[in-house]
């Protein structure tokens, strides 16, 4: 899942930053509306949420969600601000936002509320996906592998294979290729070497045919990769 977040608060950004990416989502965080507005034209990037504050440099966080809607984008919008007047709330909800969190609050509060969001949204992921025998189960961040008796066993990740997995399963039976991976997986800005997601691959790969399932990501030689749906081995 990939969050773009917009607070030009540097303590409070870095802190926001620090706890999605431990709850391993991939965040872009920049301080600017109008930096945030080209990250969201950006047609390589896909986000599932954003989270704007209301007062920004540039353009503000309620400009940017009427921006966002007059382009018909269902994107999730959390709002964050310190104004906590009745007006504010439904002026910021008005403007597009989904939810709305007042200035100061606990990191708990924001991930549930995040939560909250993905339940009532399309956009953002359900508790579990599954394709063929895998599940990947996003309480836990791990995947769960069922065998042809029906037993489940649980293959632990790091935050970078769970999302290399959820990005292959959410694209089954799909040509992808490194570079289409590269854009989704890392943040803007990043500088991963030019082998970082074969480098993945081989990391999941061996994890996934330790745990009895071999071969689902199949590599297509001169162009990316295919995740072929796994079955159960008789």
């Not at 400009?63 to 709002?79: A, F, H, M, S, V």
């Not at 999302?163 to 997986?185: D, G, R």
């Not at 082998?195 to 061996?206: D, E, K, P, S, W």
Request: net charge negative; hydrophobic share 40%.
């Amino acid at each position: 899942m990939r969050v773009l977040l917009v607070e030009d608060e540097p303590d409070l950004g870095a802190a926001i930053h620090r706890v999605l990416s431990r709850e391993k989502y991939v965040v872009d965080w920049v301080q600017d509306g109008s930096e945030a507005w080209a990250y969201l034209e950006n047609p390589n990037v896909h986000y599932t949420l954003a989270i704007l504050d209301w007062m920004l440099p540039g353009v503000s966080g309620v400009e940017l969600c009427r921006q966002i809607r007059t382009q018909n984008n269902p994107l999730p919008i959390l709002l964050l601000t310190a104004r906590d007047r009745m007006e504010d709330k439904v002026a910021g909800l008005d403007a597009g936002a989904d939810d709305y969190l007042v200035k100061p609050f606990g990191m708990a509060e924001l991930l549930a509320r995040m939560r909250a969001l993905q339940r009532r949204s399309p956009e953002l992921h359900p508790q579990q996906l599954q394709v063929g025998n895998l599940t990947l189960d996003y309480s836990m961040y791990a995947v769960c592998l069922q065998d042809s008796n029906g037993r489940r066993s649980s293959i632990p990740l790091t935050a970078k294979e769970f999302q290399t997995l959820e990005y292959f399963m959410k694209h089954p039976s799909q040509v992808v290729t490194s570079q289409q991976i590269m854009n989704q997986l890392w943040e803007v800005g990043a500088e991963p070497t030019s082998n970082a997601v074969a480098a993945q691959i081989r990391l999941l790969r061996r994890k996934l045919s330790e745990a009895g399932c071999d071969g689902p990501i199949e590599t297509i030689h001169g162009i990316g990769y295919r995740f072929n749906v796994p079955h159960a081995s008789k």
